[in-house]
Structure formats: C-alpha cells, structure tokens
C-alpha cells in the first residue's frame, strides 16, 4: 500500500503509531524530525509519486481546527473544518488537492487527542451548536482500516450532541460506521459527479453504483446521509446524464431521511490550477478555457444557467429546504 513510512521522532513510540506499524512490517521505515522535510521539499514529481505514495506519520501544531471557508456547508452560523490528513488514496483528476501540495504521499497526523481538545474547546466556550466538517484536505473514510479516525472521533462527538460532524467521503470503508450505533449528530457526506464524468476524471474511486449501495446500508443502520454533487464539469448531454443519476441515486434511497443534497461548480484557486496544468499538461480538462474571478477559476463551460437547470432536476425528488448550492 506504501512505498515507505516516514516517522516523526516525536510520535515514534505513540500508541497509534505503534499499531500502524505493526499493521505494516514489511514497508520500510524512515526516521524524520518534521513531516515538511519529507513533504515540502522541492523538485518533487507529484504525477509520479502518486504510483507509489509514501505514508509521512506527524504530529500537527497550531490551530488545528479552522473556520471554514465562506459558503462551505450547510448551515449559516459558525462552522469549522479540521483535516487528519493531508492527500487522498483516491487520484480524481479535477481535486485541488494535486495543485495545493508538492508532494503525493500521504500526511497522517495522529495525535487525535489534540484535535479533541481544540473542537471542545470551541463547543464549551464558544457555540454548542457548531459544525465541523472532515475530508476537506483528504478524504474523510478512505484510510479508515489505517486511520482509525472514526473510531476516534465518533465517541467524542457522541458526548456532545448539540455539535455535528459531517464525514465527507468517496469510500466505501463504511463497515467502521455499521459495526456501531449511528448517532444523531453525524451526517455521511457522500460526493458524486455524473458516471461519465467518473470514469473520466474519478480514478481509483469505487463506482456511482457502489456508493449507493454504501448509503443504502448506511441509512438501514440509522446514520444520517447526505448528497455532494460536485464538481459539476461541463460534457456532452450534461442534463440528461444528471436526470440518469438523480432518478438512480432517490429512487434507491429513502429521500425523506436525507439530511442535505448540494451542488457544487469546479472552481479552485487559480495557483492551483497552474499547478495542475503543469503536472498533467496532456490533461483536457486543464486545457478549457476559465474564468477568473477574486483570484479563483472556474470553468467557462460551466454557467448559472446549467447550474439553475440542474437544480430544476434535483427539485423533482427533494424539497428545496433540503437544498443548498456550494459557494
């Protein structure tokens, strides 16, 4: 699964991290004072480093848990976001994640503890009622087996039903979820775009398919699901390719149970777009013309008019109240 395992000194004899080694014996491992000696350096070749990822082991200082950005989620009011991880197993081609980072190896930092204590202090001095969104810069269950970050985190935020998590996630790593009660104040957060453009773009991610099927235990279980159309790319019979997928995702779910559905243009900071265009210069999605407002680009090919369309199609099987556009 990984070509190395770089260990930060400091976390060596970390009981987390002792188990992630013991799950491992074969994979070398490599001693490091900082995970950005390994991670940060330059000259790195993110396109071929993502054939064989190493695993980086840290600890995070500092703020570990942030405002989330404007328009982000859900719910009006104060939101934060907090990453365990740095990159995704997953290779979907369009992912910010590619012009945000050097390097493709994976930053796992395990000192969960931490992260805990900032989210409890935010609930107890600050707002009982906020929300907290994972696999903003990874994907939330894909390395759960290695992880272990909801068994971590789902009997922390137990203890504070009034606070919501939202798992966002491409995975089928749901058994960690069905092997346990669902509580009331997590939402599974599954992203989806249109079959084509999975088979395009969407490498290494399981099917549309199978990610109903995820959901589809998931709410047998009792857990809260939720719906992220995006990013929404520009292709052939657009429309008609989202009617397909709309009419097979709320024919097979109970809608009435879902908590929120969103839609989402391609858009990401315009540096990372550069980013990109270099690493995958053959690449035809990077090769479209974009728009470039407030320093952030999006795609030409992509108008609010087929956005409002595509909201008409969603309005067919869900009310508008569980509804929003992500910004």
Known sequence: MFSAIYIEEEVRDSVRVQEILRRFPAVP?????????????????FRLQ??????????????????????????????????????CLYDCRYCFLQGMFRSANYVLFVNYEDFASQIEELIEKQDASSIYYSGYDCDS????????????????????????????????????????AAIPNCIVAMSFTSHESSKKHEHKVASN?????????????????????????FEDGLLENYRALF???????????????????????VSFHKNIA??????????????????????????????????????EHIHPEQYYRCA
């Open 29 to 45: 491992r490599i001693s490091c004072n900082r995970y950005g000696e390994v991670f940060n350096r330059s000259a790195q070749n």
């Open 50 to 87: 993502k054939k064989a990822p190493a695993l980086i082991l840290a600890k995070k200082y500092g703020n570990l848990v942030l405002p989330s950005p404007e328009g982000y989620g859900f719910k009006e009011g104060s939101s934060y976001y907090f990453s365990h991880m740095l990159n």
């Open 141 to 180: 269950l894909a390395m759960e087996p290695v992880s272990k970050f909801s068994k971590f985190f789902l009997p922390f935020f137990e203890k504070y039903p009034e606070s919501t998590l939202e798992i966002r996630t491409k995975s089928m790593q749901i058994r960690c979820l069905n092997e346990r």
């Open 209 to 233: 398919l199978k990610r109903i099927q995820a959901l589809q235990k998931l709410q047998g279980s009792g857990w809260k699901v939720a719906l992220r159309f995006e990013p929404i790319i």
């Open 247 to 269: 009419f097979e995702i709320f024919s097979s779910l109970d809608v009435s149970q879902i908590h929120s559905v969103s839609i989402g243009e391609f858009r990401m900071p």
């Open 278 to 315: 270099r690493i995958y210069p053959d690449e035809e999605l990077f090769a479209r013309e974009i728009l470039i407002s407030d320093g952030v680009a999006s795609l030409k090919d992509t108008d609010a008019d087929v956005i409002q369309q595509l909201e008409t199609l969603l309005f």
